[in-house]
């Protein structure tokens, strides 16, 4: 991250205040630090999401999420040379941001409380829904409820079995897959009944293979998915916020949201979100 | 000032000296002038005078930008934030009471009374229309939020046109409580899914972006103001400087040991620029507080408020549209960690942890920091009681915990009734938590008012302070520098009239 202003100004009314002893502090001189004032921007995605970010053969990252994030970048200002898009998994999206790798993730990433205390999050961008995948041919599961005794496959490191079992208190089976691709792949093979998690990520495998599987469509929790940012970064956040807003209403978000899901027959709302706010809190 | 050692061999009394022969005779006479006490004397006096008008001019000018800042955010930009911040309130508050009135169905005396619900559904809409208005001034110019409140205004009439439907739909079918006719119940999918797609995240985006125009605005105008203090500082001490300088000239040339008036001038000077500096820095801490404490916080709260609105009318939705209320259910949770936050994975477990809140406060459970995995209290309310800074707003706050408390365990009391296949008891339950005059809603809802009015009085009180903290200085400062002025006048003019 390289700056295109330096403060100097302020540094040297800090320098000019210190000489003269005169009581001011060094905080009430300048905005803070922003990844706005950088003269490039390196974002975060997901490189192993069909629909929201794969990496393809020739090493380009596509999908969902990197179109988002260049948007967002294309309105903050950045031009594409300026913008690098680089590879996260899910488990490193704090550590990278908090040291400063990436300035910039937008990688299926929920806001959460806990998160929201090392991460400044702006948007959401999306809803997604929690919903579950059947094969096509399955017709009798037709809510979250009809998934009772079934064998109902996470990812590993993924919560969303607990919210069915713990969360709503329904009696499944719970299996583990090194992955939501190794998922599906059971799912086609009758090795499970189910998967379920995002509907967003259910919606991408979906897309890949659209006569093998049914989506279901009885969403039960919301999952905001917000652009991760440097932990008190709330010029960005409130500039990003802006950016989403007007991706919304020039009709970039619909698009998108049809290039990438729109044979999948997920229901997908082309509003804008509730945004989370960009204080602490 | 070095001056007075390359002329030292001249004394007041020779006044002249001889030019050299190949300069002309006119720039001889012009150096020879500038070279002379009476000719430095002004110099020397005009470098104060300057000095100490430019004092005047920065600092006049940093008050100026101060006094705006304070103006700006108390009288203008703040209110009219709260006021978007209610637009919120008043859409999900209509959306709240449409769902009871179909809850009700045929009997209109469950809880507060049919009546009652629908005169209030009347008021928060006139509320949102008011707020709307206010909203579409403010964001004049501004294209993103102008069309946002646009697409509210709009979304409002399609809005009531599906409400309306339901509820007629469902007066005709003569729906029993709690039993909602499958039309109407259609009608009102579609309206709250309207409510909370169209219209609720825009009115909420709205009063952030207020938010962050107000803290735009701040960081502006203390920017401003924190350049202006170096400039008045580096003015001051100049000033200062150039009465030192003079005074030490006269005490060379004309051999005194003090010019009284100068002294007092030079302390002047630097009492003026202290004085201003100080006037300042204390200023912009009471706005900094008004801000962070007091509008910060209000609005914070006020989200607090409206979440819970919505929040609390998740309990309606969920009775009355079964097929749903697994989604109902896991949004009231979401909902309800985003006012005071937990780590649960279920309702269950949250009105546990919630219960375990409210009795350990002041202690907060969680923030010690000692288990990984869990963050501590968060939310809305948990950020609140960890900044808890105000006198009496620990009661208050406890006060809001309590009752925030006491609404969950009523929650709890009515999926407990619903799961037991107790409609009729889970509705009642639901219309008691809804009762406008003494239902648990009701109770959350006075105590957080009371907490948010604190909070507008920090805020009030923070920008009065501020303000008179500036206000002596309209006429101190034009009256301290002519004073300055005068003294300056006073400590020369003896030893120019020497050269009369």
Not at chain 1, 134 to 141: G, L, S
Not at chain 2, 304 to 330: C, E, F, K, V
Not at chain 2, 477 to 483: E, Q, R, Y
């Amino acid at each position: 991250m390289r700056f295109r202003h330096r403060r100097t100004a302020a540094v040297a009314a800090l320098a000019a205040v210190a000489v003269l002893g005169l009581p001011a502090c060094s905080a009430v001189l300048g905005e803070e630090e922003s990844v706005l004032d950088a003269a490039s921007l390196t974002i975060g995605v997901k490189t192993d999401q069909p629909g929201l970010g794969l990496e393809g053969a020739d090493g380009d990252i596509t999908g969902f999420d990197v179109d988002v994030a260049l948007s967002i970048a294309e309105k903050l200002g950045f031009s594409e040379e300026e913008v690098e898009l680089t590879g996260i998994t899910s488990a490193e999206r704090e550590d990278r941001l908090v040291n400063g790798e990436v300035d910039m993730v937008v990688a299926t990433y929920s806001i959460t409380p806990a998160r929201k205390t090392e991460v400044t999050f702006a948007g959401p961008y999306y809803v997604a829904k929690q919903d579950v995948l059947v094969r096509a041919e399955n017709t009798d599961v037709q809510g979250v409820r009809d998934l009772e005794g079934l064998r109902v496959c996470q990812g590993e490191g993924s919560n969303s079995a607990a919210r069915i079992t713990e969360g709503l208190g329904i009696d499944v089976r719970k299996t583990e897959a090194p992955s939501y691709s190794a998922c599906v792949d059971a799912l086609r093979e009758g090795d499970v009944d189910a998967v379920s998690t995002d509907n967003l990520i259910l919606a991408g495998y979906l897309a890949e293979n659209p006569d093998a599987f049914r989506f279901v469509n009885n969403p039960f929790t919301d999952e905001k998915y917000g652009v991760g940012l440097p932990y008190g970064d709330v010029r960005a956040c409130e500039a990003v916020n802006k950016a989403i807003s007007e991706m919304y209403q020039d009709g970039t978000a619909e698009e998108l949201l049809n290039t990438w899901f729109g044979e999948t027959g997920l229901d997908v709302v082309t509003r804008v979100p509730q945004f989370e706010g960009c204080d602490s809190t | 000032m070095t001056a007075t050692g390359s002329t030292s061999e001249h004394g007041p009394s020779s006044s002249s000296r001889r030019g050299e022969p190949r300069s002309s005779p006119h720039r001889d006479r012009g150096r020879r002038w500038t070279e002379t006490t009476p000719a430095r004397l002004w110099l020397l006096t005009s470098v104060c005078v300057v000095a100490i008008v430019g004092l005047f001019g920065s600092a006049a000018s940093t008050l100026g930008h101060a006094r705006e800042g304070l103006h700006v955010l108390g009288r203008d930009a703040g209110r009219q934030a709260m006021a978007t911040t209610d637009l919120y309130l008043a859409l999900a508050d209509m959306d709240a009471r449409v769902a009871d009135v179909l809850l009700m169905g045929t009997d209109h005396d469950l809880g507060s009374g049919r009546e009652d619900a629908l005169a209030h559904y009347e008021a928060s809409r006139a509320r949102a229309n008011e707020a709307l208005l206010q909203a579409a001034s403010l964001t004049e110019g501004d294209s993103v939020e102008e069309h946002n409140v646009q697409a509210v205004l709009d979304g409002m009439g399609a809005y009531e046109r599906l409400a309306t439907r339901a509820r007629l739909l469902n007066d005709e079918a003569q729906a029993p409580p709690g039993r909602v006719d499958a039309a109407a119940l259609d009608a009102y999918r579609e309206a709250t899914h309207l409510m909370h797609t169209g219209l609720l995240p825009k009115a909420f985006n709205l009063g952030l972006d207020s938010s962050a125009i107000v803290r735009a605005n701040h960081e502006e105008g203390r920017e401003s103001v924190a350049i202006g203090l170096v400039w008045v500082g580096t003015v001051g001490a100049v000033a200062v400087a150039a009465l030192i300088g003079l005074q030490l000239y006269l005490r060379v040339r004309f051999r005194r040991r003090f010019n009284a008036p100068l002294l007092v001038a030079t302390a002047g000077t630097a009492l003026l620029t202290a004085g201003v500096v100080l006037a300042l820095t204390s200023s912009g801490g009471h706005q900094s507080e008004a801000k962070e404490q007091g509008l910060d916080a209000a609005m914070a709260l006020s989200r607090a408020g409206a979440i819970a609105t919505d929040m609390q009318a998740d309990q309606s939705r969920y009775l009355l549209d079964p097929d749903r209320a697994d989604n109902h259910q896991q949004v009231y949770l979401a909902r309800a960690q985003q006012v005071l936050y937990r780590p649960a994975g279920n309702l269950e477990e949250y009105y546990q942890a919630i219960g375990e809140v409210a009795a350990a406060y002041p202690e907060l459970p969680g923030s010690g920091g000692s288990d990984p995995e869990d963050p501590g209290t968060l939310g809305y309310l948990g950020q609140r009681a960890q900044d808890a800074l105000l006198p009496g707003q620990e009661d208050a706050l406890a006060g809001v915990l309590e009752s925030y408390d006491a609404l969950q365990t009523e929650d709890r009391r009515l999926r407990a009734a619903s799961e037991d296949g107790d409609l009729a008891g889970a509705v009642d339950i639901r219309m008691g938590v809804a009762h406008s005059g003494d239902g648990a809603f009701q109770a959350y809802e006075t105590a957080l008012a009371e907490l948010i009015d604190l909070h507008e009085g920090a805020f009030a009180e923070g920008i009065e302070r501020g303000d008179a903290v500036l206000a002596p200085w309209t006429w101190l400062l034009p009256v301290g520098t002519l004073l300055l002025l005068a003294l300056v006048g006073l400590g020369v003019r003896p030893r120019l009239a020497e050269y009369r």
